[in-house]
Structures are given as structure tokens and as C-alpha cells.
């Protein structure tokens, strides 16, 4: 796995894979295992040039977390790796997201494949306007997966999600009638419902209070165990707390253009990056000089 | 020394605000007077009709409001027990006919031009444009387009029910497509994103998600759609609403039929005071209906209308 290397326009290398550091999670290995990578990933919406040469693994049971400034492109990167960016007519992704090896641009990949197996949650909480059972079970219904007994799988859903002792008493009423950050849980258990392999999670505790921001956390946490996860976060507290390795995003001005292209200044494990940033420009990131 | 200075710095600021937040001195206020007592006179003489013509319809036909006018056919011969039976039959059917036709193809269309349509094609942008030119042409028209399509020519259906109701859904349709595309824009773009994202496809997407959505919309369009569609009478003239009918239609397909609107013109045209008086019963009839419908309408718009 040499992929975690991004050369940057200008030439060096800006970030290696560490292998010397002692890692506080024991048995997080140097260089991710690769259930995903994104190899020379270029994104642009029409004209504009969004995302420059993205190169990461993502490794597998381990908690990615992508952060940057505002604008920098990780929601654009995030939204490539389930080809969620296909639903935008102007958006046109170059280089390659493999998964288990395989480009899923490539010619035979059925984008609707792809979103089974890499689920997604969004910044903002949106369940579905049906009850909080069906929101459940509309994914296994719609994709025509194999369930024995729809109770007993809301039913463990919902339990993975942390979800359930506050929701079993009303499983039919609607899923607005939820609370914020219940309503982001329902839609963490509606995402392993289908039981994806990798779940990317676009800033999922953006809208909600400290106290349903660490419930989500945990159940991060927990989550790891079964699933892949990669999580875009405006947080540097909830990176550095939940996940195992980081990817830090920065966008550069265009010289001619001036449009600003994110690109990829460093990855490494979380420590390294929270400790001992390689990049000057992380270490003014994380430590509030800039952004 | 500073607080003295403050208290004249404060003192200044206040009054320059004052006269600067003063509306006294500004011109031409009456104007903004004269317009609003235009307005309030427009208003009102548009009540005052409305109600007028209402309650003069509602008294003259009071006395012919009674079971026999539904009950009984029409006929000139009594003229004190006629009834009007086989245009209420005939509307009914009617508005069946309608509602089977131009629901499944407006909502159709809809969806087409919602979900699936390039909107940066010259053609797709025609057809919105003509969508909503559609929607003002004279009704009559509708009756001539009817009469040399469906009546006559390719379609050769004949003087039947289901003639009339084609062309009152030719009528319509644009304004189902309309309602409809409304609804369908209205659903947010997070719940597609939320379907998609579990791996549904477009179309599965769209049947159960953005459509159910859409109901209630999609009804409120079709209410609408119909109260307009009941209230025609001249396109249906042309296409064979006969003024005349002492039966009801046999089916959808077969025999003459009259309407309700059609029915009302003919005895309205008659000179007798007891058919001026059937007129304006049916006009009541009528009426209750459209009021009917439309709070229906209205009804189901404030009471499934989703704040996302
Ligand atoms: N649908 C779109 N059409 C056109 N440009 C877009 C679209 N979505 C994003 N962009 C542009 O791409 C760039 C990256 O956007 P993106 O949403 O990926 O940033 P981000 O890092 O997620 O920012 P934030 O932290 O604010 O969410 C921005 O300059 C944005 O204006
Ligand atoms: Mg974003």
C-alpha cells in the first residue's frame, strides 16, 4: 500500500505514512488495510476544479475522519466514494475510488450496487416522513434484501444505533416526531439497516448538543467494530477523539483562475496529526491559526 | 467633563434620529391613501356582485329546490315537477370519465418533467412554455379540437360521455401538471438523497418516496382541476352534451347525454317564468357542488401540507 503518498502540485511528497509511532489504540497498523482508496481523484462541477489528486486508504473496523476549512472539498470527496455525486448533473469525477480493489467508475459498476454496500449519513438529520419502523425497514424492502423477521431486525437496528429504549414504545409514530438528535440516530440505524460495509458520515453532529453529539460518538465507537467509517467533521475535538487516522484538506487558490481547489496536505493516524503534524499548515489547522 | 460631553453627544444623536425616523413632512402620503380606497372599492363591488347574483339565483330557484329535481327527468311538458336527474348522472359520469383520464396523464407528465426531463433542451422548454399557454386558451377551442378529434375524425368515439370527458381533460390537463410538478418540486432533495443513499434506485425513489409525498397536492390539483372541468358547458355543446335528454346515459361509451351546466343553459334560454326558475335551481345545485369541492380542496391542502 503505497497510496497514502500525495504529491502536491508544486512537487514533495507532503505526507508519509508514519511507521515509527506508537499508536493509543493498540494494534492500529501503520498503513490502513484498504477496504477504500481513492487514487488521482479529481472532481470538478462544470468548469470548476473542486477536488485536486486526492490520494487515501481507508483501512478496515477503523474511524477515518476527513477536516479542513470550509469549502476545502470534503463533502465533495466524501460523496464520490458512494457516487452520491452522480446525482449532480454538473459534477465529473477523474481518477479512480477502488473498492475491494475494484473502480467503482468503472464501466460495469452499478452506481445503485455501490450504494448498497457504502451507506451514507447527512449533516443534516433527514428521516424519512413515515414511522419510525418503517423508516427501518424501508431500505432492506427497497433494495429486496432478505430479512427472516422485519420486528426482530428494526429491532436490532435500532438497538446498534442506541436508539431503541427511547423509540419502543412508539415505533409507529412518525419520524419527526423525534427529537434532532434522535431523528440523526434513526438515521444511523435506517444506514446499517441494509448492512453496508463502509458508512460515510457527512458532519452527522453538526446540528445537534453536546449531549447527543457524544451519544453519536460512542455509538461511533461501538460501530467500529462491525463497519468501516469515515466521517467528515468540522470538530478537532470529535477527530481527535473518535477516530484512527486523519486526513487534513486545505484549498488553494488557483494562480490563474483564483478558483480555490481543495487538495490533500496530510494523513496519517490521528495522533501524528494531533501531536506531530509533518505539515506547517496542519499544525496551524488544528491549532486554531487558520481556517 | 466627559460625561457633559457625552450627555450632549447622546442629546445630538437622539434628535438627529428623530428627525430622521419624522414621516410627517414626507410627500405625497395621501397618494398611498388614494390607492388603498381604490383597492377597497374594487373589492367590494366584486362581493357585492358575487353575493348579489347569488342570492338573486338562491331566491328565484328556493321554491324548485325540492326532491323532484333530482328525482324526476327532465320534461316540458310538467313543468312544476321536472326534474334534472339525467344531467346529474350525465355530470357524474363525466367527471369519472375526467378523473380516471387526466389524473394518471398529468401525473405522468409531471413526474416526466420533474424527474426526468433535460431542462437545457430547447424541446423540454417548448413543452413547459406550451404547458402554461395551454392553460389560458378559450375553452370553446377545447370543443372544436374535440369535436374534429375525438368526436369525428382518428378517434371516432361519437356523440358519447366519454367524448365530453376527453375533451374537458384535454382542458384540465394543464392544470394537473402544474399542481403536480408543484408538489413533486416541493418534496426536499434530502429525502432523494436518503433513498438513494440506501441503494434505491430513481424509480423506486420516486414511487415511494416522492410520490406519496406528493398526494396531497397532487388531490388538492385535482379537485381543482374538476370543479373547472364541471362548470364548462360550451366546449361540451360541440361535442354533443344534447339540451335535451330524458334519460340517463347508458354508458361511458354509448347513447346521448346532457350535463348539468348544459342542462341549466337550456332551460335558461326558454321563456317560461318555471323554466327560468328550474335554471336557477340548478344553478344552486351546481354551486353547492363547486363550494363543496373547493373547501375540500382547501381542506386537504391546510391539513396534509408538510413543513419540511
Ligand atoms: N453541487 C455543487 N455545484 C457546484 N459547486 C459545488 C457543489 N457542491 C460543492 N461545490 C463547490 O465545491 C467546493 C467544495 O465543496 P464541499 O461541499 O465539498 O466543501 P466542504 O469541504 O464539505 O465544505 P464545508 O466544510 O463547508 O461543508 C466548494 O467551493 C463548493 O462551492
Ligand atoms: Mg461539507
Given at each position: 500500500m503505497s497510496a497514502v503518498t500525495t504529491p502536491d502540485p508544486q512537487g514533495d511528497i507532503v505526507s508519509t505514512p508514519s511507521t515509527t509511532h506508537a499508536d493509543p489504540?493498540?494494534?492500529?497498523?501503520?498503513?490502513?488495510?484498504?477496504v477504500m482508496e481513492t487514487v488521482g481523484l479529481n472532481v470538478y462541477y462544470g468548469g470548476f476544479h473542486?477536488?485536486?489528486d486526492v490520494d487515501l486508504a481507508f483501512g478496515r473496523n477503523e474511524i477515518t475522519a476527513l477536516i479542513g476549512?470550509?469549502?476545502?472539498g470534503k463533502s465533495t470527496v466524501l460523496r464520490c466514494l458512494n457516487r452520491m455525486?452522480?446525482?449532480?448533473?454538473?459534477a465529473r469525477v477523474e481518477g479512480s475510488v477502488n473498492y475491494h480493489g475494484i473502480?467503482?467508475?468503472?464501466?460495469?459498476?452499478d452506481p445503485i450496487e455501490v450504494r448498497r454496500r457504502i451507506g451514507m449519513v447527512f449533516q443534516k438529520p433527514n428521516p424519512f416522513p413515515k414511522s419510525i419502523y418503517d423508516n427501518i425497514a424501508y431500505g432492506p424492502r427497497v433494495i429486496g434484501m432478505q430479512v427472516d423477521n422485519m420486528d426482530d431486525h428494526v429491532e436490532r437496528c435500532l438497538r446498534q444505533a442506541a436508539l431503541w429504549d427511547e423509540v419502543k414504545d412508539k415505533l409507529?409514530?412518525?419520524?419527526?416526531?423525534?427529537s434532532g438528535g434522535q431523528q440523526q440516530r434513526l438515521c444511523i440505524a435506517r444506514t446499517i439497516a441494509t448492512a453496508p460495509d463502509v458508512i460515510l458520515m457527512d458532519e452527522?453532529?453538526?446540528?445537534?448538543d453536546p449531549i447527543a453529539t457524544s451519544a453519536i460518538e460512542d455509538l461511533m465507537t461501538d460501530l467500529r467494530e462491525d463497519y468501516t467509517i469515515i466521517i467528515v467533521t468540522h470538530n478537532m475535538q470529535q477527530a481527535a477523539r473518535v477516530s484512527d487516522r486523519t486526513a487534513f484538506f486545505t484549498a488553494r487558490p488557483d494562480e490563474t483562475t483564483g478558483n480555490r481547489t481543495g487538495l490533500l496536505v496530510e494523513y496519517d493516524k490521528t495522533s501524528q496529526i494531533f501531536e506531530?503534524?509533518?505539515?506547517q499548515r496542519t499544525e496551524d489547522y488544528i491549532s486554531g491559526r487558520f481556517g | 467633563m466627559t460625561s457633559r460631553r457625552n450627555q450632549i453627544a447622546t442629546q445630538a444623536a437622539r434628535d438627529v434620529t428623530l428627525a430622521q425616523l419624522?414621516?410627517?413632512?414626507?410627500?405625497?402620503q395621501w397618494k398611498g391613501a388614494v390607492f388603498k380606497a381604490v383597492l377597497v372599492l374594487c373589492i367590494t363591488v366584486a362581493i357585492v356582485t358575487l353575493v348579489a347574483v347569488v342570492l338573486q339565483a338562491f331566491f328565484t330557484g328556493l321554491p324548485r329546490l325540492d326532491m323532484n329535481l333530482i328525482r324526476n327527468m327532465p320534461s316540458s311538458i310538467d313543468r312544476s315537477t321536472s326534474g334534472m336527474q339525467s344531467a346529474i348522472w350525465g355530470t357524474v359520469r363525466l367527471m369519472v370519465g375526467v378523473a380516471v383520464t387526466v389524473v394518471p396523464l398529468g401525473v405522468s407528465a409531471a413526474i416526466y418533467l420533474e424527474e426526468?426531463?433535460?431542462?437545457?433542451k430547447w424541446y423540454v422548454r417548448l413543452i413547459e412554455l406550451n404547458i402554461q399557454n395551454l392553460a389560458a386558451v378559450p375553452s370553446i377551442v377545447f370543443g372544436i379540437l374535440g369535436l374534429a378529434f375525438?368526436?369525428?375524425?382518428?378517434?371516432?368515439?361519437?356523440?358519447v360521455v366519454y367524448a365530453g370527458s376527453l375533451t374537458l381533460s384535454l382542458l384540465v390537463l394543464p392544470t394537473i401538471i402544474l399542481t403536480t410538478r408543484e408538489a413533486i418540486r416541493s418534496v426536499p432533495g434530502s429525502i432523494r438523497e436518503a433513498s438513494m443513499a440506501l441503494g434505491a434506485t430513481k424509480w423506486k425513489t420516486i414511487w415511494k418516496q416522492v410520490l406519496p409525498s406528493s398526494v396531497p397536492g397532487i388531490m388538492t390539483g385535482t379537485i381543482l382541476a374538476l370543479s373547472r372541468a364541471i362548470g364548462e358547458t360550451a366546449p361540451l355543446l360541440l361535442v354533443g352534451?344534447?339540451?335535451?335528454?330524458?334519460y340517463n346515459p347508458?354508458?361511458?361509451?354509448?347513447g346521448a347525454f346532457t350535463s348539468l351546466p348544459t342542462q341549466i343553459f337550456a332551460w335558461a334560454t326558454r321563456p317560461q317564468e318555471e323554466f327560468r326558475i328550474l335554471a336557477a335551481a340548478g344553478i344552486i345545485v351546481l354551486m353547492g357542488v363547486l363550494i363543496v369541492m373547493n373547501s375540500l380542496a382547501i381542506w386537504i391542502r391546510n391539513k396534509f401540507t408538510r413543513t419540511w
Open positions: 489504540r493498540s494494534g492500529l497498523p501503520d498503513a490502513p488495510s484498504g473542486a477536488v485536486h476549512p470550509s469549502g476545502c455525486n452522480d446525482l449532480i448533473p454538473a473502480d467503482i467508475y468503472g464501466p460495469k459498476v409507529k409514530e412518525s419520524g419527526y416526531s423525534l452527522p453532529c453538526s446540528a445537534l506531530n503534524p509533518r505539515d | 419624522d414621516g410627517s413632512n414626507r410627500g405625497g426526468f426531463a433535460d431542462r437545457t375525438i368526436v369525428r375524425g382518428p378517434l371516432d368515439l361519437g356523440f352534451a344534447t339540451v335535451f335528454v330524458t347508458d354508458g361511458f361509451f354509448e
